[in-house]
């Protein structure tokens, strides 16, 4: 295990960002995908190999010196990164969409690539950066890092009113960030210790229990707002439809796959277990929130016209349920959340890749206008039947066992003092059906039925949308088929979560 | 005439750097030609100079801090002119005159 | 013959295996001749075949034969849900009739779908609806049901849109699907809940996946730590997911849609085994519904109002396939109807001989049909017998069984109406010879319609020989399977039901063959009937005008208020960015001025409070 070396996971995207700039690069176009791609694939592999050498009782940690120093001693800042189960499965997902997202960008980024590539190598470094500090100030740092090369990827390569739409994912995040910076400065000044390691800020609060309850659910709250605006949970969600819509399709499979989960990832940290009695008070009510947005999303999306827009409407639906789940405070609650966390990433990717697909070849994006792909490009139905059954939860594929886990738990959850809770939840359960209507709204209406003469002369998938689309889909099955692979990972920090914050 | 020796204090000085002052910013703010204002700038640049200088005669007991602020001042003021100066030439080149209201490439 | 029951799971994962390698070996262009491709299919069915004939004769010899196979499939905390295979009398008696019709159809299927160009395709999907299908009846406990009902539901809902470019066919498969998938809600959700209730409160941990093997404790144990109310929720849910896949009111109106499908789809999915699964399902959960009598009145009520409402839907029908597709409805509530009232026997016989007759009207259907070139309006036949007596005679054998005068329905049917003359069930006795007679009146209407008078076309169908091989073979288990179900000699029992199809028959002749013009004209039932109730058009209306609504209220919602308050915030900084723009002129001067104007403001402010506040300091 001392062999693998985390910085060298985290930072070496970033060295390979500069290297492009630098003068002695070779700058064709082709070489710098390829190489791009070729890299991916080898930190990927790298990634994996974290997961096979993963041993759930030593955690992987290191350090980054510069200059002989590990951040700023004198207020306590550490670059320190480390890795447990739920880190390990956000860092390798976040490889793979990489590489997923750097294959499929060969047909829609034409354009600058240079600086496309590079861009996309620095929001990897900051989104692994996110997944693995166990710095609360070098998570913050990393957490808007990746917001610059976002706003310029969704500006430079969108489509649509793509700088409107970057303008307004890039204020909405920093709106939230400003709560979080607030909640973080908030924390550190109530620990004595001006240590922003989570593990002793952890050990401050909950053993010598000295922060008062109210100044707990009022720093919760801030934290909550931060990270709810990358959920997005309702109200704080209008950002997403229009961010995803007008990203280019690599770039929505990111957004969607990695992006959201970050704050999911942030919420699991700092909410549930720095702050678990905090809360435990709130989670009731969070509750709630979650089954409003997974109603309300669900609907929303059997209600648009836009292809993109009913996945991305169906992607914050399905971050209800990654919510609802964290907040059941059971076993298997929590583990239903983290799996559909990592479930709706595969699958929200494989759809958006799918319809950036779909927009790339008609170049529309209005339901109305497309009918009867089927026809033409079988493979593509075959692939987006599969992802929508993926999608709605049908078992054997991973969608399911989250779904499933979720709404056990969801359903076995102990708030005696809260007697509405029952009957909120019971409506969590319609999504089944909701899903099941906006999914094949989408599919019936892109795919079946007969087709329009203008569309008759579309190609099927090329090879390289084939292997993404497939490879994506293999490890949704395998998972599926075998959930037991995943759930051991993550078993460890579930029982640390359940054990801080049940009741 | 004996009587009439004048006792020089700091509010003198402090009165006469404010009369450089307002002129100066009356300057700034009024003149038309692009040298004029920089002239009067100069004024202010004078005005907190005697200031200094004044106040370290009456306050510090060591008399030395304003004085060296105040040739700092004045060295800081110099190189500031000469850019500006050369900034101006560059301006007057571009448009043929020197008129301050016709240099307001600034306004959004 | 051990072997064989030992290992009992490739009979559930050949279909998958040959699901796969057909699948892949069209896409990937290796797999392309049909005959290897059926050679497959019928492999592993016959496979299947011998090991279930093997495990229902052991089954049948051994007393409360049992054998269960497990593996975990999830473990989180002490939650541990297992899949496996669990073999008794029920599921391996289900198994049997599951792989004969399949196998009857896949030989059909190669005919009927030889010149389709989505051949494997048809076949892949066949294969895996096999492997759900089987999976489904050997379930260990309540979740790989839920699973397998999940798979089958999506392998109808792929086999129903199978002509996904025909509109019909994509509307019928989406409609089918959602409708279903009503049905898996509440299923899962009853499941869940009776999951946790043993699982939270029993202590018994390890039964939180619901085992049948020990079934009745968990009925005891649901039984006793619930409330009544709590406890017929619960059931309710569960039976509501019965109710969605066998097609019983109010959620039946997919499975007429369904039609839409290939005619082999009909045949084995949508009236012989998936349809069944409902069933199947209430006869699993049965020690579990015994114990409170408002869910078994629950049980009858929904079959009675399921059957009535199918064969009263029959009878006007004008389509071939959805006239059994209704039928099918109906003959399932009469299972239903079975359950309900206890005959938990009957009822699974009654599905057995259903199933056959079933399958074979439908495959005689799908012949007709395959000759007129797909058109499956009944106007379009009429005296079929003179071409093709062979499948009129079989098609004869199947009316009379299924409106149980002869053969195998006789057999099973005269079982329900023993049992329920047994226990004095009056009402539900009457309702169900309302049912036999309408069952009796529409399928002899069709035989009629469409064997007997004049007809329409003057030149000789030719059939493939093949398609009648599985129809006969059907045919033979149909009229042979009475023999084997066991007897109840009571003349007056059998009599009264006989007695009122036999006067069915006569009217359906009377109606449709010796006076056509003298049809009764009831315009109101024909309206009813023939609008299906006005159930579609009511759906109709919920799904169009009601859900659609809900969902514009919805979006409106989000882009009126949530994203209208960040509009909002926007315009209001942009209003103020604008009139602070207005400030900015361009001159340097007026810049100083104002910031002087400011400096001096604020320095006097300062004073002023600084001098205030001494002052009073100082009061």
């Known amino acids: 295990m001392e062999y693998l070396s985390l910085n060298l996971l985290i930072f070496s995207p970033l060295i390979i960002a500069i290297l492009f700039f630098l003068p002695i690069f070779n700058t064709k176009e082709v070489f710098i995908r390829r190489f791009t791609k070729t890299f991916m694939g080898v930190h990927f592999v790298y990634a994996l190999c974290f997961w096979i050498f993963y041993n759930p009782d030593v955690n992987f940690f290191d350090e980054l010196f510069l200059f002989g120093q590990s951040g700023v001693q004198s207020l306590g800042i550490r670059s320190a990164f480390a890795i447990d189960g739920l880190s390990l499965v956000m860092v390798t997902l976040t490889s793979f969409l990489f590489f997923m997202s750097a294959i499929s960008s060969k047909t829609i980024i034409r354009h600058r690539q240079k600086l496309y590539y590079g861009l996309l190598l620095l929001l990897e470094t900051s989104v692994l950066g996110v997944f693995t500090s166990s710095d609360i100030f070098i998570f913050f740092c990393f957490w808007e890092l990746e917001l610059i090369p976002m706003y310029f990827l969704i500006s430079l390569w969108g489509s649509g009113r793509a700088q409107k739409s970057a303008m307004k994912f890039l204020l909405y995040t920093f709106f939230g960030s400003l709560f979080l910076l607030l909640g973080i400065l908030l924390l550190s000044y109530y620990s004595d210790t001006l240590n922003f390691q989570m593990s002793s800020l952890f050990a401050d609060i909950n053993v010598v229990d000295k922060l008062p309850i109210n100044i707990q659910i009022l720093i919760s709250i801030l934290l909550m707002i931060g990270f709810f605006v990358k959920l997005p949970i309702i109200p704080l969600h209008t950002w997403l439809p229009n961010a995803h819509c007008d990203a280019p399709a690599p770039i929505s499979i990111l957004l969607a796959g990695l992006l959201l989960k970050m704050g999911a990832y942030g919420f699991i940290r700092f909410n549930i277990l720095l702050l678990p009695d905090a809360f435990k008070i709130l989670a009731p009510f969070l509750i709630v929130f979650a089954v409003i947005n997974i109603i309300h999303a669900g609907l929303c999306a059997y209600n648009q016209d836009d292809i993109k827009k009913i996945i991305a409407y169906s992607s914050i639906s399905n971050m209800g349920i990654v919510l609802l789940g964290l907040c059941t405070n059971n076993e298997e609650g929590v583990t239903g959340g983290i799996v559909h966390m990592v479930s709706h990433g595969l699958i929200c990717a494989g759809l958006f890749m799918i319809v950036g697909i779909i927009y790339n070849r008609t170049k529309t994006r209005d339901i109305k206008a497309i009918s009867g792909l089927g026809t033409v490009m079988p493979n593509l139905m075959g692939f987006t039947v599969m992802f929508s059954f993926a999608a709605i939860g049908v078992p054997l594929l991973i969608g399911f066992v989250g779904e499933f886990l979720t709404f056990w738990g969801a359903f076995s959850v102990q708030y005696d003092s809260y007697i509405f809770l029952p009957t909120v939840i019971i409506f969590a359960i319609f999504v089944l059906v909701i899903s099941a209507a906006y999914m094949f709204k989408f599919v019936h209406r892109i795919f079946f039925g007969s087709i329009d003469n203008s569309w008759a002369i579309l190609k099927d998938l090329t090879a390289h949308e084939f292997i993404v689309l497939s490879s994506i889909l293999s490890v949704i099955v395998f998972f599926g088929i075998n959930p037991m692979s995943l759930i051991d990972v993550i078993n460890p920090i579930v029982e640390v979560i359940v054990e801080s914050a049940g009741i | 005439m004996a009587n009439l020796v004048f006792n020089i204090t700091l509010f003198h000085y402090l009165i006469l750097a404010l009369i450089l002052f307002t002129i100066g910013l009356l300057g700034v703010i009024l003149s038309k030609n692009i040298i004029k204002a920089l002239i009067s700038a100069e004024f202010l640049i004078s005005a907190v100079n005697i200031n200094f200088v004044a106040f370290a005669f009456f306050v510090d007991s060591a008399k030395l801090t304003g004085f060296i602020f105040s040739i700092f001042t004045i060295a800081i003021g110099a190189v500031e002119l000469a850019i500006a100066f050369a900034i101006f030439y560059l301006l007057f080149k571009e448009k043929k005159t020197v008129n301050i209201n016709d240099y307001k490439e600034l306004k959004g | ?619």
């Not at chain 3, 299919?41 to 016959?46: E, G, H, I, K, P």
């Not at chain 3, 989000?558 to 960040?566: A, M």
Request: charged letters at 10%; a neutral charge.
């Open chain 3, 1 to 619: 013959m051990e072997i064989f029951i030992q290992n009992i799971g490739l009979t559930v994962l050949f279909p998958l295996w040959c699901s796969v390698l057909i699948f892949l070996g069209n896409f990937l262009s290796i797999l392309k001749s049909k005959k290897i491709i059926l050679s497959l299919t019928l492999l592993s069915t016959t496979f299947g075949l011998i090991t279930s004939l093997f495990t229902f004769f052991n089954a049948m010899v051994t007393e409360n034969f049992v054998l269960e196979n497990t593996f975990k499939f999830l473990s989180v905390n002490n939650f541990i849900l297992e899949l496996g295979t669990y073999i008794d009398l029920t599921s391996s008696f289900m198994l049997l009739i599951i792989f004969t019709v399949t196998l009857a159809v896949q030989i059909y299927s190669y005919s009927y779908m030889y010149n389709d160009a989505s051949f494997s395709r048809f076949f892949a999907l066949m294969n895996f609806f096999t492997f759900s299908m089987s999976a489904l009846v050997l379930s260990p406990n309540l979740f790989q049901i839920y699973i397998c009902w999940e798979l089958v539901g999506v392998s109808s809902y792929l086999l129903i849109s199978f002509w996904f470019h025909k509109n019909a066919a994509s509307n019928a498969g989406k409609k089918a699907f959602v409708m279903n998938r009503i049905g898996d809600m509440c299923l899962l959700a009853g499941i869940i809940l009776s999951s946790i209730i043993i699982y939270n409160y029993s202590g018994q941990t390890d039964f939180a996946d619901i085992p049948f093997s020990s079934i009745d404790k968990i009925a005891a144990y649901l039984f006793t730590y619930t409330s009544e109310p709590i406890f017929i929720i619960i059931c309710v849910l569960l039976i509501l997911g019965s109710i969605a896949k066998s097609a019983q009111f109010p959620l039946h109106t997919w499975l007429p849609d369904a039609m839409e499908g290939p005619t082999p789809v009909s045949a084995l999915i949508h009236s012989a085994t998936m349809v069944a699964a409902g069933v199947f399902l209430i006869a699993r959960l049965f020690p579990i519904y015994y114990q409170s009598s408002f869910v078994m009145n629950f049980i009858v009520i929904i079959g009675i109002i399921s059957a009535l409402i199918g064969a009263f839907c029959a009878i006007t029908c004008r389509d071939i396939k959805r006239i059994l597709a209704y039928s099918t409805s109906s003959q399932l509530g009469i299972m239903f109807i079975a359950l309900g009232s206890g005959a938990l026997t009957a009822s699974m016989l009654y599905l057995a001989t259903h199933a056959f007759i079933k399958s074979m009207l439908f495959l005689c259907a799908g012949l007709i049909m395959s000759l007129y070139l797909g058109k499956t309006d009944i106007d379009n036949f009429g005296g079929l017998k003179k071409h093709m007596s062979l499948i009129a005679y079989i098609f004869l054998i199947g009316a009379f069984s299924l409106s149980g005068i002869l053969f195998s329905g006789f057999a099973s049917k005269s079982l329900v109406f023993h049992h329920l003359f047994e226990t004095h069930s009056y009402y539900i006795i009457l309702s169900l010879l309302v049912i036999s007679f309408m069952t009796a009146f529409y399928i002899f209407r069709m035989y009629f319609l469409v064997f007997e008078g004049n007809s329409h076309t003057s030149d000789n169908k030719k059939y493939s020989h093949v398609m009648v091989v599985p129809i006969l073979f059907l045919c033979v288990i149909t009229l042979l399977l009475g023999f084997f179900l066991p007897k109840m000699s009571t003349l007056k029992y059998e009599l009264i039901p006989v007695t009122t199809e036999l006067v069915a028959i006569l009217l359906a002749y009377l109606f449709y063959v010796k006076f056509v013009n003298m049809l009764p004209k009831l315009p109101i039932l024909y309206n009813l009937s023939y609008n299906k109730l006005y159930i579609d058009n009511f759906y109709d209306f919920i799904t169009q005008k009601l859900y659609l609504g809900i969902c514009k209220t919805a979006n409106f919602i989000d882009d009126y208020i949530f994203d209208g308050t960040v509009f909002v915030t926007v315009f209001l900084t942009k209003l103020n960015a604008w009139l602070n723009s207005k400030f900015q002129t361009g001159s340097v001067q007026s810049y100083i001025s104002y910031s002087f104007a400011i400096l001096a403001l604020v320095l006097t402010g300062f004073c002023l409070v600084y001098s205030l506040v001494a002052y009073f300091a100082e009061v």
